[in-house]
């Protein structure tokens, strides 16, 4: 199970940080990934890390932006995202990857367990 929290109503150039605390499954040795889905628009990765924390990746938008980090101890994926604009108006959805030892992967088929969503909306 996947419980996603810490999203909510900021003004654009805000800052939020998104918890996903997993239990039933060990990320210890699994890719991790935000997802996201705004108004009107396909679903898409905006971060992802590797099993072992060394390599990221970031959907070009939020560059510079968001960083994605993981507690192995703790079981836990966060999403630190800064300087929010509009845009980045979407339900978050933390994902766990399907395989041992992944790498950092944006492709939701890589993905087998997904949490419920938490909504980040962000006013102007």
């Known amino acids: 199970q996947l419980q996603a929290s810490g999203g909510g109503l900021v003004q654009a150039g805000g800052s939020l940080r998104l918890s996903c605390a997993v239990s039933?499954?060990?990320?210890?040795?699994?890719?991790v990934a935000w997802f996201r889905q705004g108004p009107g628009k396909d679903r898409e990765c905006a971060a992802t890390?590797?099993?072992?924390?060394?390599?990221?990746q970031y959907t070009d938008s939020v560059k510079g932006r968001f960083t994605i980090s993981r507690d192995n101890g703790r079981n836990t994926v966060f999403l630190q995202m800064n300087s929010l604009k509009p845009e980045d108006t979407a339900v978050y959805y933390c994902?766990?990857?399907?395989?041992?030892?992944?790498?950092?992967?944006?492709?939701?088929?890589?993905?087998?367990?997904w949490g419920q969503g938490t909504q980040v909306t962000v006013s102007s």
């Open positions: 994902a766990i990857g399907a395989v041992r030892w992944g790498e950092s992967d944006t492709r939701e088929a890589q993905y087998d367990r």
């Open positions: 039933g499954r060990n990320i210890g040795y699994r890719a």
């Open positions: 890390i590797s099993w072992s924390g060394r390599y990221t």
